[in-house]
C-alpha cells in the first residue's frame, strides 16, 4: 500500500514559517530509481516521503531528511564509533543523533544512533511515524 502524505504537508503549511530552514527538494523519479537500485529494501513510506514532501529540513531545523542514505563512514565518524556495517542514515537532529534503518534486521523499522552513547535505539516505528514525531504531529493533527 502506498504511503500518502497529505496531512503532513498540511500540518506543515500551518506550522513553518517560509525561510531558508525549512526548504525540502521533492526527488525525481531517476533519483529513487537510483536510490532503491542501490537500497533495494528502503521502506515504501520514506519513498514516498521524498516524492511528496522532499529532502530537506523542516519545522526551522528540527529534522532534516537526506536525499541519500548515508553512514559513519561518509560522515568520517567512523574511528569514533563502531556500528555493524548495515546500518544506512537518512537523516538527523541536528544535535549530532541520526536515524536510519538496519538493512540486517530487514523489518522497515527506524533505528537511531544516539552520538552520546555511541549506541543504536531500534524504535520498532514505521519511518511515517518516526517522522510524525520528528515534526512535532501529535494526534490532534493526525485526525
Not at 559513519?72 to 541520526?98: P, Q, R, V
Not at 549506541?119 to 520528528?134: A, C, D, G, M, V
Request: with cysteine; hydrophobic share 30%; proline share 1%.
Amino acid at each position: 500500500m502506498k504511503t500518502n502524505y497529505t496531512l503532513e504537508k498540511e500540518f506543515l503549511k500551518k506550522v513553518e514559517i517560509d525561510d531558508e530552514t525549512n526548504k525540502r527538494e521533492i526527488s525525481t523519479d531517476d533519483q529513487i530509481k537510483n536510490l532503491l537500485s542501490e537500497y533495494p529494501k528502503l521502506p515504501g513510506d520514506y519513498i514516498s516521503y521524498l516524492k511528496e514532501i522532499g529532502s530537506g529540513s523542516f519545522r526551522q531545523c528540527q529534522f532534516n531528511v537526506a536525499s541519500s542514505l548515508f553512514d559513519l563512514e561518509d560522515l568520517g565518524l567512523e574511528d569514533h564509533y563502531e556500528l555493524k556495517s548495515n546500518i544506512w542514515f537518512f537523516g538527523d537532529n541536528f544535535a549530532g543523533d541520526f536515524a536510519g534503518f538496519d538493512f540486517d534486521q530487514n523489518n522497515r523499522k527506524v533505528v537511531e544512533f544516539w552520538h552520546e552513547s555511541g549506541e543504536l535505539y531500534y524504535t520498532n516505528k514505521s519511518f511515517q511515524t518516526y517522522i510524525r514525531e520528528q515534526m512535532l504531529m501529535d494526534e490532534n493533527d493526525i485526525k
